[in-house]
């Protein structure tokens, strides 16, 4: 895929992450760019594939535009800005007192994309991804990917949509219209792959590395993840019996995590106690 030239200096940054850097253009209200970190060209490419065919299934998100690169090599892709936007997390942080109405809309919002069924030709199983990536994974012995592979290809079979990274970060809204975004791990299969993401930001995450990427303190971040938790599955639904189910879903985060740190995460092994 060719990837157009552009001049950074007709960008303002205006946020960052772990994967690269987003800039709004300076001349172009209607642009803004998702810059990734050197070395990541494959990753700004599975972005632009995956949410082209994201926005052209109907599920809402920023429509596309094209693959570009900087003078200094690094990869990424323009998508129509959406102004004014703010993200969950930003949301409650700076209005932690409505933390209910933010966790019960973004339940909504999860549990209408895991009713939306997808092309399964145009994206990846969640079972099929989890299995390649626990082949490539050198940290677990062998007796306990058997027993990993197993927890996986049993969970049930679904043609539906997964974001793939689920949490409050990667939904954004404007007034009353929300849009996904982050959109390289979309997926398609059993929700609660989706779900254990959710726990573990919430729940799983330390303090510090919640304080920073999603500027919110524990108390909030329990709160929300104990509303949103009886949201999404019933209120007459006890918290204890939800997270008991989503518990081992966040802990095969493990496998992805472990992959990007290339270390043992034994803080996220626990919540797979259950399956080991």
């Known amino acids: 895929m060719e990837a157009r030239l552009i001049n950074l200096d007709d960008f303002v940054l205006f946020g960052g992450g772990a994967n690269g850097d987003s800039?709004?253009?300076?001349?172009?209200?209607?642009?803004?760019?998702?810059?990734?970190?050197?070395?990541?060209?494959?990753?700004?490419?599975?972005?632009?594939?995956?949410?082209?065919?994201v926005y052209e299934a109907g599920i809402p998100s920023p429509k596309p535009g094209e693959l570009v690169r900087t003078a200094d090599g690094r990869f990424g892709v323009l998508f129509k800005r959406v102004n004014g936007k703010k993200s969950y997390a930003r949301a409650i942080a700076d209005n932690p007192e409505k933390v209910e109405q933010y966790a019960r809309q973004f339940a909504l919002m999860s549990r209408k994309l895991h009713a939306t069924t997808v092309n399964t030709a145009n994206f990846e199983s969640i079972k099929d991804r989890y299995c390649r990536l626990l082949k490539e994974n050198q940290f677990f012995t062998h007796a306990e990917k058997r027993k990993l592979s197993r927890f996986i290809q049993d969970a049930p079979d679904t043609n539906t949509a997964l974001h793939g990274d689920l949490q409050f970060g990667n939904l954004i809204f404007v007034g009353n219209t929300n849009y996904f975004i982050d959109l390289g791990d979309f997926a398609y299969g059993y929700p609660l792959f989706d779900l254990g993401m959710v726990y573990i930001t919430c729940i799983l995450s330390d303090t510090a590395f919640r304080k920073e990427n999603f500027h919110m303190d524990d108390d909030v971040a329990a709160e929300f993840w104990r509303i949103f938790a009886r949201s999404y599955f019933g209120e007459d639904r006890p918290l204890a019996s939800i997270e008991e189910e989503v518990r081992p879903y966040a802990g095969l985060k493990t496998i992805i995590i472990e992959r990007d740190t290339k270390r043992p995460m034994p803080e996220f092994r626990a919540a797979l106690n259950s399956i080991l």
Not at 32 to 46: N, V
């Open 23 to 53: 800039y709004n253009s300076r001349t172009d209200t209607d642009i803004m760019l998702k810059l990734y970190a050197p070395g990541k060209q494959r990753q700004s490419i599975d972005e632009l594939l995956a949410a082209r065919k």
